[in-house]
T-cell receptor, first 115, second 115 residues
Framework: AQKITQTQPGMFVQEKEAVTLDCTYD???????LFWYKQPSSGEMIFLIY??????QNATEGRYSLNFQKARKSANLVISASQLGDSAMYFC????????????FGAGTRLFVKA | DSGVTQTPKHLITATGQRVTLRCSPR?????VYWYQQSLDQGLQFLIH???????AKGNILERFSAQQFPDLHSELNLSSLELGDSALYFC??????????????FGPGTRLTVT
C-alpha cells in the first residue's frame, strides 16, 4: 500500500500567490517524522521543513508552513508569496519506526510558478 | 551547499562492472542514508547507517552493498551492473537516527549511467 500519497502530479500558481501541495500518509506508528524537500531542475534535494508526530504546533520555516492534520493523516505544504524560483519538484517524505526508521518518499508534485 | 559531499558527480560504466560511490556526511552527523532516484521508481530508500552500524534496509538489491567507516564517511558498492541501475544516487546525513531525528541533508548526488 502507498505510504505517502501526493495526488497532484503538477500544479500552476501565479507569482506572489500562496499554494498548497497535498500529502497524505499512512502509518500505524505513533512516532514518525514528516518532511518536505524541493528538487529544482539542477537535481539537488533541498530540505524545506520537518514535522514530528508529537509536535503540537504546525512547523513553519520562512515562507513554508506545514499544515499537519494528524487525524486525517495529512501534511500539506503551504508556500506563501510564491516566487519564480519556487518552480521545482516537491517531495513529501515520512520516517517511521516500523521497519527501522526507513524514509519513504512520495511521487512528488511539480510546481510551476507563472510570472 | 548542504555540507554533504559525494564523489564522483558522474559515472559512466558498462554492464557487468562494479563501481563505488563515496559520501562524506556533514560535520558532526552520525547517520548516513543512501537513496536511488530513477524515472520509473522515483526516490527509493536503500540503506541507513548510524555511527558505523547498519540501522535500516530498504529496497537495496543483493548486488549492492554499503558501509560506514570509523571516520563516518560511507561507500555504496554496486556490482554486476545492469542498464536498470542507471539512476541518480543520493547520500544524505543527519545528526541522529530515530523517527524524529529531524531533517536529512542531501548531497549533490552521483549520476550513474550504465551502458
Amino acid at each position: 500500500a502507498q505510504k505517502i500519497t501526493q495526488t497532484q502530479p503538477g500544479m500552476f500558481v501565479q507569482e506572489k500567490e500562496a499554494v498548497t501541495l497535498d500529502c497524505t500518509y499512512d502509518t500505524s506508528d505513533p512516532s514518525y517524522g514528516l518532511f518536505w524537500y524541493k528538487q529544482p531542475s539542477s537535481g539537488e534535494m533541498i530540505f524545506l521543513i520537518y514535522q514530528g508526530s508529537y509536535d503540537q504546533q504546525n512547523a513553519t520555516e520562512g515562507r513554508y508552513s506545514l499544515n499537519f492534520q494528524k487525524a486525517r493523516k495529512s501534511a500539506n505544504l503551504v508556500i506563501s508569496a510564491s516566487q519564480l524560483g519556487d518552480s521545482a519538484m516537491y517531495f513529501c517524505a515520512m520516517r517511521e519506526v516500523t521497519g527501522g526508521f526507513k524514509t519513504i518518499f512520495g511521487a512528488g508534485t511539480r510546481l510551476f510558478v507563472k510570472a | 551547499d548542504s555540507g554533504v559531499t559525494q564523489t564522483p558527480k558522474h559515472l559512466i560504466t558498462a554492464t557487468g562492472q562494479r563501481v563505488t560511490l563515496r559520501c562524506s556526511p556533514r560535520s558532526g552527523d552520525l547517520s548516513v542514508y543512501w537513496y536511488q532516484q530513477s524515472l520509473d521508481q522515483g526516490l527509493q530508500f536503500l540503506i541507513h547507517y548510524y555511527n558505523g552500524e547498519e540501522r535500516a534496509k530498504g529496497n537495496i538489491l543483493e548486488r549492492f552493498s554499503a558501509q560506514q567507516f570509523p571516520d563516518l564517511h560511507s561507500e555504496l558498492n554496486l556490482s554486476s551492473l545492469e542498464l536498470g541501475d542507471s539512476a541518480l544516487y543520493f547520500c544524505a546525513s543527519s545528526l541522529s537516527h530515530g523517527a524524529g531525528a529531524g531533517e536529512q541533508y542531501f548531497g549533490p548526488g552521483t549520476r550513474l549511467t550504465v551502458t
